[in-house]
């Protein structure tokens, strides 16, 4: 008999597939041996015919119209087979047309929406296929399909402030740099020949600033395999579990940044979980998933730790507390919506909160981070225009 199984590995990654066993206990005993734990276990055979698009998913935009539509359609009392048949002719995405046609497809063939989703895991994350999978569970699909599409409102919008906020500095920061570069490598050193030409000695300044001239002149090669190596060794650390994690820790060690970067986390981790929760995902399912989406492996492992103390028996609360890499006021909200039996309004509130937080703390970033760029800039301009200035000075001094 062939089953449908989904698993979470030792290293808490979602698996999905299929296998043969003569029964449900069998399949979860060889599951066991094999280091895995099983999440769900079901009768059913691999869906035939159906194979997956290449190449990258949809973006969230198109997934939130995707939801958004589906759930507007489902609303009005229109089945789900119709309701993507309309959706591939509304599409003016080639790649969404050929999905949405598709799923549609997998439906006609007897298969439900959940199992034709998760076929297409580039262009449905996890979160997504668990919460229709509980909405077509309990028969809530499109009200569940309405808090996803918020969801993924929240998400962007989150996403776009933070983009908008750091995209003024951060060309700033480039252009002011490049024009710092182009003037240390290019102007200066066509003003040494004519300040070296005067016989009299330079000042301390005028040295230093030519000498980082001559540096990038002779030897901006060197330099430049130099920035290659460093980024091509911060591109290794992120391609393995170890390397991310160092990074990761040493991310929410930065001053300002560092807390911006773990409220954001939270903020992501409430709001996956009460969505979760409130749609019926058991909670172990829900931390496991959520661990998925974190956004820094530093957090994300210490998630995976409370889920393991919570399946021992542990309170969730007192698991959050014993990681100590969790704000402490989120935890005691979450303690506090556990005891009186209201963990998901309060989860929702959790996110509400941190997403204001994000928001007021990256302001007043950019309003300290802004000015001592700008600064900063000055003052290395000053002391490119005193490096030239001083030794006309004092020859202007000396004729006269």
């Given at each position: 008999?062939?089953?449908?199984?989904?698993?979470?590995?030792?290293?808490?990654?979602?698996?999905?597939?299929?296998?043969?066993?003569?029964?449900?206990?069998?399949?979860?005993?060889?599951?066991?041996?094999?280091?895995?734990?099983?999440?769900?276990?079901?009768?059913?055979?691999?869906?035939?015919?159906?194979?997956?698009?290449?190449?990258?998913g949809?973006?969230?935009?198109?997934?939130?119209?995707?939801?958004?539509?589906?759930?507007?359609?489902?609303?009005?009392?229109?089945?789900?087979?119709?309701?993507?048949?309309?959706?591939?002719?509304?599409?003016?995405?080639?790649?969404?047309?050929?999905?949405?046609?598709?799923?549609?497809?997998?439906?006609?063939?007897?298969?439900?929406?959940?199992?034709?989703?998760?076929?297409?895991?580039?262009?449905?994350?996890?979160?997504?296929?668990?919460?229709?999978?509980?909405?077509?569970?309990?028969?809530?699909?499109p009200?569940?399909?309405?808090?996803?599409?918020?969801?993924?409102?929240?998400?962007?919008?989150?996403?776009?402030?933070?983009?908008?906020?750091?995209?003024?500095?951060?060309?700033?920061?480039?252009?002011?740099?490049?024009?710092?570069?182009?003037?240390?490598?290019?102007?200066?050193?066509?003003?040494?020949?004519?300040?070296?030409?005067?016989?009299?000695?330079?000042?301390?300044i005028?040295?230093?600033?030519?000498?980082?001239?001559?540096?990038?002149?002779?030897?901006?090669?060197?330099?430049?395999?130099?920035?290659g190596?460093?980024?091509?060794?911060?591109?290794?650390?992120?391609?393995?579990?170890?390397?991310?994690?160092?990074?990761?820790?040493?991310?929410?060690k930065?001053?300002?940044?560092?807390?911006?970067?773990?409220?954001?986390?939270?903020?992501?981790?409430a709001?996956?979980?009460?969505?979760?929760?409130?749609?019926?995902?058991?909670?172990?399912?829900?931390?496991?998933?959520?661990?998925?989406?974190?956004?820094?492996?530093?957090?994300?492992?210490?998630?995976?730790?409370?889920?393991?103390?919570?399946?021992?028996?542990?309170?969730?609360?007192?698991?959050?507390?014993?990681?100590?890499?969790f704000?402490?006021?989120?935890?005691?909200?979450?303690?506090?919506?556990?005891?009186?039996?209201n963990?998901?309004?309060?989860?929702?509130?959790?996110?509400?909160?941190?997403?204001?937080?994000?928001?007021?703390?990256?302001?007043?970033?950019?309003?300290?981070?802004?000015?001592?760029?700008?600064?900063?800039?000055?003052?290395?301009?000053?002391?490119?225009?005193?490096?030239?200035?001083?030794?006309?000075?004092?020859?202007?001094?000396?004729?006269?």
């Open positions: 008999m062939q089953f449908y199984y989904k698993v979470a590995n030792a290293g808490g990654k979602i698996e999905t597939g299929y296998n043969e066993a003569e029964s449900r206990e069998q399949l979860i005993q060889k599951l066991k041996a094999q280091g895995k734990f099983p999440l769900e276990i079901k009768a059913g055979t691999k869906l035939a015919g159906a194979v997956p698009l290449k190449g990258k949809i973006n969230r935009q198109q997934r939130l119209i995707f939801s958004q539509q589906l759930a507007g359609l489902l609303g009005a009392g229109i089945s789900i087979e119709r309701a993507l048949a309309i959706l591939s002719r509304l599409a003016n995405d080639t790649k969404v047309t050929a999905l949405v046609q598709d799923l549609r497809r997998l439906l006609q063939e007897g298969h439900s929406f959940t199992a034709a989703l998760e076929l297409y895991p580039q262009h449905f994350p996890a979160l997504y296929i668990s919460m229709v999978r509980a909405g077509e569970a309990g028969g809530i699909l009200e569940v399909l309405k808090r996803l599409a918020r969801f993924q409102e929240e998400e962007i919008a989150l996403r776009r402030f933070i983009i908008s906020s750091l995209t003024y500095p951060v060309l700033i920061a480039v252009a002011c740099l490049a024009s710092l570069i182009y003037f240390v490598a290019d102007v200066i050193p066509k003003f040494q020949e004519i300040l070296e030409g005067m016989g009299s000695e330079l000042p301390l005028t040295q230093v600033v030519m000498g980082v001239g001559t540096a990038f002149k002779n030897y901006w090669l060197a330099l430049a395999i130099l920035v190596v460093g980024v091509g060794w911060f591109l290794g650390q992120l391609a393995t579990p170890a390397g991310r994690f160092r990074i990761d820790r040493a991310k929410l930065l001053p300002l940044i560092g807390e911006i970067l773990q409220k954001v986390a939270v903020s992501k981790m709001m996956s979980l009460s969505l979760l929760t409130g749609s019926g995902v058991p909670l172990l399912a829900g931390l496991n998933i959520t661990s998925e989406i974190m956004g820094n492996a530093v957090l994300a492992k210490a998630l995976r730790e409370v889920e393991r103390e919570v399946k021992t028996g542990s309170s969730l609360v007192n698991s959050m507390h014993a990681q100590k890499v704000p402490v006021m989120a935890v005691e909200m979450i303690g506090v919506g556990e005891e009186s039996g963990i998901n309004g309060m989860l929702e509130q959790v996110a509400r909160t941190y997403d204001n937080d994000v928001k007021n703390s990256l302001s007043i970033f950019m309003s300290v981070f802004e000015p001592v760029l700008i600064l900063t800039m000055v003052g290395v301009i000053a002391i490119l225009a005193l490096a030239v200035l001083l030794p006309l000075m004092n020859l202007n001094s000396q004729i006269n």
